[in-house]
């Protein structure tokens, strides 16, 4: 059984998956295989039966957006360990769930954002360019503190997340280079890390970090209180829709697997404005 998790989690890992990712993947397996064992019943079964008996059992415990996240880690369990057999959670209808609405910002609040830093500062410099890529390139915050040397371009003009390439902004490629070439060097000194975005002990920037400083700035720039990290990404998809971006492109640039009610009233709303105006 261990074995089995160690190299799930390995093939995790060689996916370029962040480690918040896969250390929800292996909780919901573990959890999966406790109830299994539990009730005796082998790891080979694929029965319908027992994966809803255990879905079921989840449902009461959990929200529904948390029990869809558990199927997915099954799913990806059972594609893993038997490539060539039927995977029973295809056959699971999934419980629906509603996305909370993100607060989309105006632009004079992004301004007020991104004035708020100064770029002369090393470590101001670096925050910069984080929250540049996360509103022009829609990266999550995940994504951006498992960003590495390695996976950006030669030109600067994109990055590879989850291996896909992320086209950037020109005001993200010149923060970024600016960054890596002025800053970042600073910042680690004579140590040697391939993560792009580190801290002030040349470490890994954390993603507890980043939301500390997206709260500081909020605060110094006086945005709405109500924003949040996702705030920045829905706020340039708005912009999206208004010259012409299809749901599709808008889709692909969150990196969202449906449309979202959230995107959908942005989209009505951006069309009436356009037909008032």
């Given at each position: 059984?261990?074995?089995i998790?160690?190299?799930?989690?390995?093939?995790?890992?060689?996916?370029?998956?962040?480690?918040?990712?896969?250390?929800?993947?292996?909780?919901?397996?573990?959890?999966?295989?406790?109830?299994?064992?539990?009730?005796?019943?082998?790891?080979?079964?694929?029965?319908?039966?027992?994966?809803?008996?255990?879905?079921?059992?989840?449902?009461?415990?959990?929200?529904?957006?948390?029990?869809?996240?558990?199927?997915a880690?099954?799913?990806?369990?059972?594609?893993?360990?038997?490539?060539?057999?039927?995977?029973?959670?295809?056959?699971?209808?999934?419980?629906?769930?509603?996305?909370?609405?993100?607060?989309?910002?105006?632009?004079?609040?992004?301004?007020?954002?991104?004035?708020?830093?100064?770029?002369?500062?090393?470590?101001?410099?670096?925050?910069?360019?984080?929250?540049?890529?996360?509103?022009?390139?829609?990266?999550?915050?995940?994504?951006?503190?498992?960003?590495?040397?390695?996976?950006?371009?030669?030109?600067?003009?994109?990055?590879?997340?989850?291996?896909?390439?992320?086209?950037?902004?020109?005001?993200?490629?010149?923060?970024?280079?600016?960054?890596?070439?002025?800053?970042?060097?600073?910042?680690?000194?004579?140590?040697?890390?391939?993560?792009?975005?580190?801290?002030?002990?040349a470490?890994?920037?954390?993603?507890?970090?980043?939301?500390?400083?997206?709260?500081?700035?909020?605060?110094?720039?006086?945005?709405?209180?109500?924003?949040t990290?996702?705030?920045?990404?829905?706020?340039?998809?708005?912009?999206?829709?208004?010259?012409?971006?299809?749901?599709?492109?808008?889709?692909?640039?969150?990196?969202?697997?449906?449309?979202?009610?959230?995107?959908i009233?942005?989209?009505?709303?951006?069309?009436?404005?356009?037909?008032?105006?």
């Open positions: 059984m261990d074995k998790l160690s190299d799930f989690e390995k093939h995790l890992k060689d996916k370029n998956l962040s480690e918040n990712s896969v250390s929800s993947y292996i909780l919901d397996i573990k959890k999966y295989l406790d109830f299994l064992k539990s009730n005796k019943i082998s790891i080979k079964n694929r029965s319908i039966k027992t994966l809803k008996d255990f879905i079921k059992d989840e449902q009461r415990r959990n929200s529904d957006r948390t029990v869809n996240r558990v199927l880690s099954i799913g990806h369990f059972y594609n893993f360990t038997s490539q060539n057999k039927i995977n029973p959670v295809k056959y699971i209808v999934r419980p629906s769930y509603i996305k909370g609405k993100t607060k989309v910002l105006t632009k004079k609040e992004i301004k007020m954002f991104f004035d708020s830093f100064y770029e002369g500062d090393i470590f101001e410099l670096r925050n910069k360019t984080m929250f540049e890529l996360m509103y022009s390139s829609g990266l999550k915050v995940s994504e951006v503190v498992n960003l590495m040397l390695s996976h950006l371009s030669n030109d600067y003009s994109t990055v590879k997340v989850n291996g896909r390439k992320i086209k950037l902004s020109v005001k993200g490629q010149k923060l970024l280079q600016t960054y890596i070439s002025q800053s970042r060097c600073w910042i680690i000194g004579r140590l040697y890390d391939n993560y792009i975005f580190v801290s002030n002990k470490e890994k920037l954390d993603r507890k970090s980043v939301w500390r400083i997206f709260d500081k700035h909020k605060r110094k720039s006086k945005i709405s209180v109500s924003a990290l996702d705030s920045l990404r829905y706020t340039y998809a708005k912009e999206m829709f208004k010259y012409c971006f299809s749901n599709k492109e808008i889709k692909d640039f969150l990196r969202l697997q449906y449309v979202s009610p959230n995107l009233k942005m989209e009505e709303n951006v069309t009436r404005n356009n037909v008032n105006n």
